[in-house]
């Protein structure tokens, strides 16, 4: 059979320009649909992955509480409690040169890797030793947010760091619950402290500021609701306005926030370095023409940008019951949450970084300063 001139000209066709540009319109349109769609999934996923880090770095702690007269685990009256004493100091013999078997006193990584795999890490007090840990430390999958893509430098006069530069540590316990009440030899609240052996100067609050009941120690079993009270949650560390995150390596201090490393008081407070709020519309920092916005280097699971409003940027809470939560930034600001039942708390007169933030103040307290008994 003899193909028609009509038929060749069919299957010779190609197709026009038009045509051609119409179908990449289309396929450009599908993109942009998909993309967002994409990209809000990836989030997803690492705020789920996120969310399983903190429920099993959790469930350690609770391991530890079990085996250790329910002991917080991480703080200077616990894991830390054979390298430091009062004011801070150094036990005798110990020092930044010689800080046996911990990075520093607010270390809960190493005393947790412990827990999990009973590994018999070096116990070498050494520099080297000590830089080290805090790798390991801060490279284990299971302590690091996938949405943490954050490098972090040193910040002190002590180099431990093994490289330039390390990742920022992801998550910090929440530090009020370690800290003792100070006035409890004599019968009455004196304030807090982050240790029961001495003066405690440098190292706490005065009673005018805050303390925790009358007779508190730093145990899972005295925070109050378990459930309502934060144990760790996603952090930056230094992260504030003014400069990129870097981390602490004095073995020993404790005497400001700038000198927390594995721990903070809580997004509710102002100048916070691990939960840094300041910038948030109302705040001390908003609209200041920093170069930052603390908020992005701990509340990351969110979609905020600098200066966004409050409740853009979110983040993962554990709470001392195993549970965790996903909030948004000022959602996770209540101050109930930060602090045992009972403590006594002053938002206006509070010393520095425990002085109540002015969003936190009108969303929670009514817009009250005065002193208030916490829930």
């Known amino acids: 059979m003899i193909a028609s001139s009509k038929d060749v000209g069919l299957r010779g066709r190609g197709f026009t320009l038009i045509e051609l540009l119409v179908v990449v319109s289309i396929i450009a349109l599908l993109i942009a649909i998909l993309l967002p769609s994409l990209g809000a999934a990836r989030r997803v996923a690492k705020t789920v992955t996120c969310g399983t880090n903190l429920r099993g770095l959790t ?26 004493t009062y004011a801070p100091a150094f036990i005798s013999g110990y020092s930044d040169t010689n800080c046996p078997a911990l990075i520093r006193w607010d270390d809960w990584m190493t005393p947790m890797l412990k827990v999990m795999d009973g590994s018999a890490y070096d116990t ?12 390991t430390a801060l490279t284990t999958k299971m302590f690091r947010c996938p949405a943490n893509d954050m490098l972090t430098t040193e910040f002190g006069t002590v180099s431990i760091f093994p490289t330039a530069s390390l990742p920022m540590p992801s998550y910090s316990t929440a530090l009020l619950f370690h800290m003792y009440d100070y006035g409890y030899r004599e019968g009455a609240m004196g304030g807090a402290s982050l240790d029961n052996r ?23 079993t005295n925070v109050g609701n378990p459930a309502q009270k934060v144990f760790m949650a996603d952090s930056g560390r230094r992260g504030i306005p003014s400069a990129t995150p870097t981390i602490n390596t004095r073995a020993a201090q404790f005497s400001g926030p700038s000198s927390w490393a594995f721990g903070s008081a809580g997004p509710c407070f102002t100048q916070d370095q691990g939960f840094n709020r300041d910038s948030a519309p109302g705040n001390p920092l908003y609209n200041t023409g920093t170069p930052y916005d603390g908020r992005q280097w701990g509340f990351r699971h969110g979609t905020g940008s600098k200066g966004s409003v ?27 949450m930060w602090m045992p039942t009972n403590s006594t708390w002053n938002p206006a007169a509070g010393s520095g970084y425990i002085k109540a933030q002015p ?17």
């Open 59 to 84: 469930q350690t702690a609770l391991f530890y509480a079990a085996d250790y007269d329910n002991y917080i685990i991480g703080g200077p009256n616990t894991t830390g409690r054979q390298i430091v």
């Open 124 to 135: 070498d007090g050494s520099v080297a030793a000590r830089g080290a840990r805090l790798k």
């Open 198 to 220: 001495g003066s405690g100067a440098g190292s706490g609050f005065p009673v005018s500021s805050y303390s925790p009941a009358l007779g508190y120690t730093p145990k899972v």
């Open 310 to 336: 409050a409740n853009s940027y979110r983040f993962n809470l554990a709470f001392f019951d195993g549970h965790v939560e996903t909030r948004s930034d000022l959602d996770g600001s209540d101050p109930s």
């Open 359 to 375: 969003d936190v103040i009108a969303k929670y307290l009514g817009g009250s300063t005065a002193m208030m008994t916490v829930n």
